[in-house]
C-alpha cells in the first residue's frame, strides 16, 4: 500500500474542516433568519419518526459547498459536480412542490447516463449498464434512508471519509479524489451538528438526492481510476445498502410503490422499538466504521482474500437485520394482544 504525502493528507484534512464550517455557517444563517422554514419544512405524518415540522434544507448547506470544492480542488471531476447542481436543483422543486415520481427518476438517469456515456469504463457495455443501474439505486437510497435524526448525515461524513483515505492509499492515489471526497465528508459534518438528535434541519431531497449521486459517481470514479476495486464502495455504504436494498424487495413482493413513504426500513424499526434516534445513529455509525476497516484493511490484501471479507460481512448485516426483525415481529405480536 502506498503511503500517501504528508503535505496532500493535510491539505484533505483543511478542506474537510473548511468545508465543515462553510456548511454551518450558511445552515446557521438559514436557521437563524428564519429563511430554512420558508425554503422547505417537512410536516410530520403517520409514517414519520418525528412530531414537529422540521426545515428539510440541509442541501442548501451541502452542496453549494462541495459544488465550489469540487471547481476549485478537482477540476477534473467537473461533471459530478454539474450533476449535483443539476439534482439539486430538480430536487429543490421536488421539496418545494413536489414532482411526479418519472420526473424525479428521468432526471436521477441523465445526470448518471452523462457520466457514463462521458468517461466510460474500459468495460463491456452491458458491465456499464449495470453499474449505471447501481448508480441509479444509490441515487434514491439516500433519500429512502433518510429519516432519522443524524442516520444520514453521519453515514455521508463516514463513507466519503473512508472514500478520501482509500483514495490516498489505494492501489493508484488520486489527490483530487481524496480532496472531493474530504469535502463533501466535511460538509456532511457541518450539517450534521444541526441534524443529530434533536434535529433540527433536515437533509430534504435537494441533500440527499445529490448526496446518493456522489456515493455512486465517486465510487465509480474511483474504481475507473484504479483507486479502489469494485467491491470498495459497496462495502463502505453496505449498512445503508443493505437495509435499503431488503425493505425495496420487500414492498415489490408485496405488490407496493417502492417511492412511496413507509416505516418498515432497519432503523425505523429501531426508533420505534425504543432505542431512540440517537443510539440508532451511533448504533449504525459503529457497524459501518467497522465495514469501513474492514474495507481499508482488504485493500492490501489478494483478490480472493478481499471477496471473502465482502462475503463474510454481508453474512454479519444479514445476521444484523435478522435480529431486528426478530425483535419487530415480537414486538408487533404484544402491541397486537387484547
Not at 448547506?61 to 465550489?68: D, E, K, Q
Not at 424525479?104 to 445526470?111: I, P
Not at 492515489?173 to 463533501?184: K, V
Not at 437495509?243 to 413482493?253: M, P
Request: hydrophobic share 60%; with cysteine.
Amino acid at each position: 500500500m502506498l503511503q500517501a504525502p504528508m503535505s496532500i493528507s493535510l491539505c484533505a484534512a483543511t478542506t474537510a474542516v473548511i468545508c465543515a464550517a462553510l456548511c454551518a455557517a450558511v445552515l446557521g444563517i438559514l436557521l437563524k433568519t428564519g429563511l430554512a422554514w420558508r425554503l422547505a419544512t417537512d410536516i410530520p405524518n403517520e409514517r414519520s419518526l418525528h412530531d414537529r415540522p422540521t426545515p428539510r434544507v440541509g442541501g442548501w448547506g451541502i452542496m453549494p459547498v462541495v459544488v465550489l470544492a469540487i471547481l476549485v480542488l478537482a477540476q477534473s471531476l467537473w461533471l459530478i459536480a454539474v450533476g449535483v447542481a443539476f439534482l439539486a436543483a430538480v430536487s429543490q422543486i421536488d421539496d418545494r412542490r413536489g414532482l411526479p415520481a418519472r420526473v424525479r427518476f428521468a432526471a436521477h438517469f441523465v445526470a448518471v447516463l452523462a457520466l457514463i456515456v462521458v468517461y466510460p469504463a474500459p468495460v463491456p457495455w452491458w458491465c456499464l449498464a449495470g453499474l449505471a443501474f447501481l448508480m441509479l439505486w444509490l441515487v434514491n437510497l439516500y433519500n429512502f434512508m433518510d429519516g432519522s435524526d443524524g442516520l444520514a448525515g453521519g453515514m455521508a461524513l463516514f463513507g466519503f471519509g473512508a472514500y478520501a483515505i482509500a483514495a490516498l492509499l489505494g492501489p493508484a492515489p488520486t489527490r483530487e479524489l481524496s480532496w472531493a471526497c474530504a469535502a463533501i465528508a466535511g460538509a456532511a459534518g457541518g450539517f450534521l451538528f444541526f441534524n443529530f438528535h434533536p434535529a433540527k434541519i433536515f437533509l430534504g431531497d435537494s441533500g440527499s438526492i445529490p448526496a446518493g449521486f456522489l456515493a455512486g459517481a465517486l465510487g465509480y470514479w474511483g474504481w475507473r481510476s484504479g483507486a479502489w476495486p469494485i467491491w470498495f464502495p459497496a462495502l463502505v455504504f453496505s449498512p445503508f445498502i443493505g437495509d435499503a436494498s431488503v425493505t425495496l424487495i420487500r414492498r415489490l413482493l408485496r405488490g407496493e410503490k417502492f417511492w412511496q413513504a413507509h416505516r418498515e426500513h432497519y432503523y425505523q424499526r429501531m426508533v420505534r422499538l425504543g432505542t431512540g434516534h440517537a443510539a440508532t445513529a451511533l448504533t449504525w455509525y459503529l457497524v459501518m466504521f467497522a465495514g469501513i476497516i474492514l474495507a481499508l484493511w482488504a485493500l492490501a490484501l489478494s483478490t480472493a482474500l478481499q471477496w471473502g471479507i465482502v462475503a463474510g460481512w454481508a453474512v454479519v448485516l444479514v445476521l444484523m437485520g435478522a435480529a431486528i426483525d426478530v425483535r419487530w415481529h415480537r414486538f408487533q405480536s404484544l402491541t397486537r394482544q387484547p
